[in-house]
Protein backbone atom coordinates (compact mmCIF):
# COMPACT_ATOMS: atom_id res chain seq x y z
CA UNK A 1 0.00 0.00 0.00
CA UNK A 2 1.23 3.23 -0.78
CA UNK A 3 2.26 6.22 1.95
CA UNK A 4 0.39 9.06 2.31
CA UNK A 5 1.99 12.00 0.24
CA UNK A 6 1.70 15.15 1.74
CA UNK A 7 3.45 18.71 2.26
CA UNK A 8 6.44 19.69 0.24
CA UNK A 9 8.68 17.29 -1.55
CA UNK A 10 12.22 17.40 -3.51
CA UNK A 11 13.22 15.91 -6.71
CA UNK A 12 15.70 13.23 -5.74
CA UNK A 13 18.52 14.89 -8.39
CA UNK A 14 21.62 13.15 -9.13
CA UNK A 15 23.43 16.43 -8.19
CA UNK A 16 22.03 16.61 -4.40
CA UNK A 17 21.45 12.81 -4.23
CA UNK A 18 24.49 12.25 -1.91
CA UNK A 19 23.86 14.96 0.46
CA UNK A 20 19.86 14.73 0.36
CA UNK A 21 20.13 10.82 1.55
CA UNK A 22 23.09 11.24 4.05
CA UNK A 23 21.40 14.34 5.71
CA UNK A 24 17.76 13.03 5.32
CA UNK A 25 16.43 16.64 6.09
CA UNK A 26 13.08 16.82 8.50
CA UNK A 27 11.36 19.01 6.09
CA UNK A 28 11.60 16.66 3.37
CA UNK A 29 8.44 15.21 3.57
CA UNK A 30 8.17 13.39 -0.06
CA UNK A 31 10.36 12.49 -2.99
CA UNK A 32 9.74 12.93 -6.81
CA UNK A 33 11.91 10.98 -9.46
CA UNK A 34 11.81 10.42 -13.62
CA UNK A 35 11.03 6.73 -14.36
CA UNK A 36 13.58 7.05 -17.14
CA UNK A 37 16.46 7.13 -14.64
CA UNK A 38 15.28 3.62 -12.90
CA UNK A 39 13.47 1.41 -15.41
CA UNK A 40 15.50 -1.70 -16.82
CA UNK A 41 18.64 0.33 -14.75
CA UNK A 42 21.04 -0.79 -11.79
CA UNK A 43 23.67 1.28 -10.50
CA UNK A 44 23.93 4.21 -8.03
CA UNK A 45 20.63 5.44 -9.61
CA UNK A 46 19.14 2.53 -8.30
CA UNK A 47 20.89 2.50 -4.92
CA UNK A 48 19.82 6.08 -4.81
CA UNK A 49 16.15 4.63 -5.41
CA UNK A 50 16.30 2.50 -2.24
CA UNK A 51 17.87 4.70 0.43
CA UNK A 52 15.19 7.09 -0.71
CA UNK A 53 12.71 4.82 -0.39
CA UNK A 54 13.55 3.89 3.44
CA UNK A 55 12.70 7.12 5.07
CA UNK A 56 9.72 8.94 2.42
CA UNK A 57 7.08 8.08 -0.31
CA UNK A 58 7.87 8.32 -3.74
CA UNK A 59 5.98 9.52 -6.69
CA UNK A 60 6.82 9.49 -9.88
CA UNK A 61 6.96 12.01 -12.87
CA UNK A 62 7.64 11.06 -16.83
CA UNK A 63 9.82 12.85 -19.52
CA UNK A 64 9.47 11.03 -22.61
CA UNK A 65 5.63 9.52 -22.81
CA UNK A 66 4.51 12.67 -24.09
CA UNK A 67 0.87 12.31 -24.19
CA UNK A 68 0.24 14.80 -27.41
CA UNK A 69 2.09 12.76 -30.10
CA UNK A 70 0.48 10.75 -32.04
CA UNK A 71 3.20 8.09 -32.75
CA UNK A 72 2.33 4.45 -30.91
CA UNK A 73 3.56 4.12 -27.78
CA UNK A 74 6.07 1.37 -26.79
CA UNK A 75 4.36 -1.33 -25.43
CA UNK A 76 7.54 -3.04 -23.71
CA UNK A 77 8.35 0.24 -21.99
CA UNK A 78 4.84 0.95 -20.84
CA UNK A 79 4.75 -2.66 -19.44
CA UNK A 80 7.81 -2.05 -17.79
CA UNK A 81 6.73 1.04 -16.48
CA UNK A 82 3.69 -0.59 -15.12
CA UNK A 83 6.20 -2.88 -13.01
CA UNK A 84 8.12 -0.07 -11.84
CA UNK A 85 5.36 1.89 -10.52
CA UNK A 86 3.82 -1.02 -8.98
CA UNK A 87 7.47 -1.87 -7.01
CA UNK A 88 7.39 1.75 -5.83
CA UNK A 89 3.87 1.48 -4.72
CA UNK A 90 3.16 4.92 -5.67
CA UNK A 91 -0.10 6.70 -5.97
CA UNK A 92 -0.22 8.33 -9.26
CA UNK A 93 2.20 8.38 -12.45
CA UNK A 94 2.47 11.85 -14.11
CA UNK A 95 3.43 12.54 -17.98
CA UNK A 96 3.26 16.16 -19.53
CA UNK A 97 0.69 17.23 -21.92
CA UNK A 98 2.79 17.59 -24.62
CA UNK A 99 4.52 16.66 -27.58
CA UNK A 100 7.99 14.64 -27.42
CA UNK A 101 8.70 14.22 -31.03
CA UNK A 102 7.48 13.37 -34.38
CA UNK A 103 8.27 10.76 -37.44
CA UNK A 104 10.35 8.68 -34.92
CA UNK A 105 12.68 11.95 -34.06
CA UNK A 106 12.80 12.41 -29.80
CA UNK A 107 13.78 16.02 -29.46
CA UNK A 108 14.36 16.06 -25.94
CA UNK A 109 12.24 18.93 -25.12
CA UNK A 110 8.90 19.54 -23.83
CA UNK A 111 6.78 20.97 -27.36
CA UNK A 112 3.58 22.88 -26.88
CA UNK A 113 0.04 21.57 -28.20
CA UNK A 114 -2.18 23.15 -29.99
CA UNK A 115 -5.44 24.30 -28.57
CA UNK A 116 -7.73 22.95 -30.33
CA UNK A 117 -10.38 20.22 -30.06
CA UNK A 118 -8.36 17.68 -32.19
CA UNK A 119 -5.83 17.95 -30.39
CA UNK A 120 -7.40 17.67 -26.81
CA UNK A 121 -9.16 14.39 -28.44
CA UNK A 122 -6.23 12.86 -29.47
CA UNK A 123 -4.17 13.87 -26.18
CA UNK A 124 -7.73 12.68 -23.91
CA UNK A 125 -7.34 9.57 -25.87
CA UNK A 126 -3.40 9.16 -25.68
CA UNK A 127 -4.04 9.66 -21.69
CA UNK A 128 -6.48 6.82 -21.77
CA UNK A 129 -4.41 4.35 -23.03
CA UNK A 130 -1.56 5.19 -21.17
CA UNK A 131 -3.46 4.71 -18.00
CA UNK A 132 -4.86 1.57 -18.91
CA UNK A 133 -1.12 0.15 -19.54
CA UNK A 134 -0.23 1.38 -16.05
CA UNK A 135 -3.42 -0.16 -14.14
CA UNK A 136 -3.25 3.13 -11.95
CA UNK A 137 -4.29 7.00 -11.74
CA UNK A 138 -2.51 9.32 -14.40
CA UNK A 139 -1.97 13.12 -14.25
CA UNK A 140 -1.20 15.61 -16.96
CA UNK A 141 1.52 18.15 -16.34
CA UNK A 142 0.55 21.60 -17.90
CA UNK A 143 3.82 23.20 -20.16
CA UNK A 144 5.47 26.06 -20.49
CA UNK A 145 5.64 26.91 -24.54
CA UNK A 146 7.37 29.99 -26.31
CA UNK A 147 5.16 31.06 -29.47
CA UNK A 148 1.63 31.87 -28.97
CA UNK A 149 -0.53 28.69 -29.61
CA UNK A 150 -3.68 30.99 -29.65
CA UNK A 151 -4.66 35.03 -29.49
CA UNK A 152 -6.03 34.51 -25.82
CA UNK A 153 -3.27 32.97 -23.38
CA UNK A 154 -6.21 31.77 -20.93
CA UNK A 155 -7.09 29.11 -24.07
CA UNK A 156 -4.94 26.98 -22.53
CA UNK A 157 -6.90 26.63 -19.07
CA UNK A 158 -9.89 25.92 -20.94
CA UNK A 159 -8.04 23.20 -23.43
CA UNK A 160 -6.26 21.70 -20.20
CA UNK A 161 -9.39 20.82 -18.30
CA UNK A 162 -11.21 19.56 -21.70
CA UNK A 163 -8.70 17.15 -21.54
CA UNK A 164 -9.26 16.44 -18.04
CA UNK A 165 -12.70 16.10 -18.77
CA UNK A 166 -12.49 13.91 -21.55
CA UNK A 167 -10.63 11.58 -20.29
CA UNK A 168 -11.67 11.71 -16.50
CA UNK A 169 -8.09 12.48 -15.02
CA UNK A 170 -5.93 14.68 -12.42
CA UNK A 171 -3.87 17.18 -13.05
CA UNK A 172 -0.38 17.81 -11.99
CA UNK A 173 -0.86 21.81 -11.99
CA UNK A 174 2.45 23.45 -12.52
CA UNK A 175 2.53 27.00 -10.94
CA UNK A 176 5.70 28.55 -12.12
CA UNK A 177 5.18 27.23 -16.08
CA UNK A 178 1.48 28.93 -15.89
CA UNK A 179 3.54 31.92 -14.51
CA UNK A 180 6.32 31.95 -17.05
CA UNK A 181 3.40 31.36 -19.86
CA UNK A 182 1.18 34.36 -18.19
CA UNK A 183 4.49 37.43 -18.03
CA UNK A 184 5.35 35.79 -22.31
CA UNK A 185 1.57 35.77 -23.53
CA UNK A 186 0.15 38.82 -21.29
CA UNK A 187 -3.03 37.51 -19.35
CA UNK A 188 -3.84 37.01 -15.51
CA UNK A 189 -2.32 33.85 -14.06
CA UNK A 190 -5.06 33.87 -11.17
CA UNK A 191 -7.72 33.38 -13.74
CA UNK A 192 -6.05 30.60 -14.87
CA UNK A 193 -6.24 28.70 -11.66
CA UNK A 194 -9.57 30.28 -11.20
CA UNK A 195 -10.75 27.90 -14.61
CA UNK A 196 -9.03 24.69 -12.96
CA UNK A 197 -11.47 22.11 -11.12
CA UNK A 198 -10.00 21.89 -8.20
CA UNK A 199 -10.77 17.91 -7.65
CA UNK A 200 -8.81 17.74 -10.91
CA UNK A 201 -5.44 18.79 -8.78
CA UNK A 202 -3.26 15.98 -7.33
CA UNK A 203 -0.10 17.56 -7.23
CA UNK A 204 1.88 20.81 -7.56
CA UNK A 205 5.01 22.06 -8.87
CA UNK A 206 6.94 24.90 -8.42
CA UNK A 207 10.73 26.33 -9.78
CA UNK A 208 12.45 29.07 -10.69
CA UNK A 209 12.77 30.34 -14.12
CA UNK A 210 15.47 32.35 -16.31
CA UNK A 211 14.31 35.78 -17.29
CA UNK A 212 16.12 37.32 -20.81
CA UNK A 213 17.50 41.10 -21.48
CA UNK A 214 14.48 40.92 -23.29
CA UNK A 215 11.78 40.19 -20.68
CA UNK A 216 11.31 36.67 -22.20
CA UNK A 217 11.22 34.26 -19.56
CA UNK A 218 12.69 30.73 -20.10
CA UNK A 219 11.31 27.79 -17.97
CA UNK A 220 14.88 26.73 -16.63
CA UNK A 221 14.39 24.90 -13.21
CA UNK A 222 17.49 26.45 -12.67
CA UNK A 223 16.84 29.36 -10.45
CA UNK A 224 15.33 30.20 -6.90
CA UNK A 225 11.35 30.31 -7.14
CA UNK A 226 10.86 33.88 -7.54
CA UNK A 227 8.31 35.96 -5.50
CA UNK A 228 5.54 36.01 -8.09
CA UNK A 229 5.49 32.49 -8.07
CA UNK A 230 5.25 32.16 -4.26
CA UNK A 231 2.27 34.55 -4.45
CA UNK A 232 0.78 32.54 -7.14
CA UNK A 233 0.89 28.98 -5.56
CA UNK A 234 -0.02 30.64 -2.30
CA UNK A 235 -3.14 32.08 -4.79
CA UNK A 236 -3.53 28.65 -5.85
CA UNK A 237 -3.71 26.66 -2.69
CA UNK A 238 -6.46 28.95 -1.51
CA UNK A 239 -8.48 28.20 -4.41
CA UNK A 240 -7.53 24.09 -4.23
CA UNK A 241 -6.58 23.43 -0.77
CA UNK A 242 -3.47 21.78 0.39
CA UNK A 243 -2.45 19.19 -2.14
CA UNK A 244 1.33 18.20 -2.34
CA UNK A 245 4.39 20.46 -3.96
CA UNK A 246 7.08 19.96 -5.55
CA UNK A 247 9.91 22.15 -5.64
CA UNK A 248 11.83 21.31 -8.63
CA UNK A 249 15.65 22.05 -9.41
CA UNK A 250 17.40 20.23 -12.19
CA UNK A 251 19.76 22.75 -13.30
CA UNK A 252 22.41 24.70 -11.24
CA UNK A 253 21.97 22.98 -8.46
CA UNK A 254 22.71 24.80 -5.44
CA UNK A 255 23.96 23.30 -1.96
CA UNK A 256 21.22 21.67 -0.47
CA UNK A 257 20.80 24.35 2.54
CA UNK A 258 19.45 27.19 -0.16
CA UNK A 259 16.87 24.48 -1.15
CA UNK A 260 15.95 23.65 1.81
CA UNK A 261 15.80 27.19 2.78
CA UNK A 262 13.11 27.92 -0.17
CA UNK A 263 11.30 24.44 1.18
CA UNK A 264 10.96 26.06 4.70
CA UNK A 265 9.07 29.02 3.03
CA UNK A 266 7.20 26.75 0.92
CA UNK A 267 6.27 25.05 3.68
CA UNK A 268 4.96 28.19 5.45
CA UNK A 269 2.14 28.91 2.26
CA UNK A 270 1.59 24.96 2.75
CA UNK A 271 0.80 25.81 6.37
CA UNK A 272 -1.35 29.05 5.83
CA UNK A 273 -3.32 26.96 3.23
CA UNK A 274 -3.98 24.07 5.78
CA UNK A 275 -5.45 26.57 8.43
CA UNK A 276 -7.69 28.62 5.50
CA UNK A 277 -8.69 25.14 4.53
CA UNK A 278 -9.58 23.96 7.72
CA UNK A 279 -11.68 26.91 9.04
CA UNK A 280 -13.30 27.22 6.00
Not at 181 to 196: C, T
Not at 208 to 228: C, K, M, Q, S, Y
Request: glycine share 6%; charged share 25%; hydrophobic share 40%.
Amino acid sequence: MSREVTGIGLGLRYDLATELLTRRPATVSWLEVHPENYVNRGGRYQEMLELGRRDWPVVTHGLTTCLGSVEPFDVGYLANLRAFLSDLEVPWHSEHLCLGGVDDRFFHDLLPLPFTEEAARIASQRLTEVRDAIDMPLAVENASYYAAQCDDGLAEADFVVEVLERADAKLLLDVNNIYVNSRNFDFDPKAYIDKIPPERVVQIHVAGHFVRDDGLRIDTHGEPVPDHVYQLLDYTLGKIGPVPVLLERDNNVPPLDELLAEIDELWTIYRNATEVDRAG
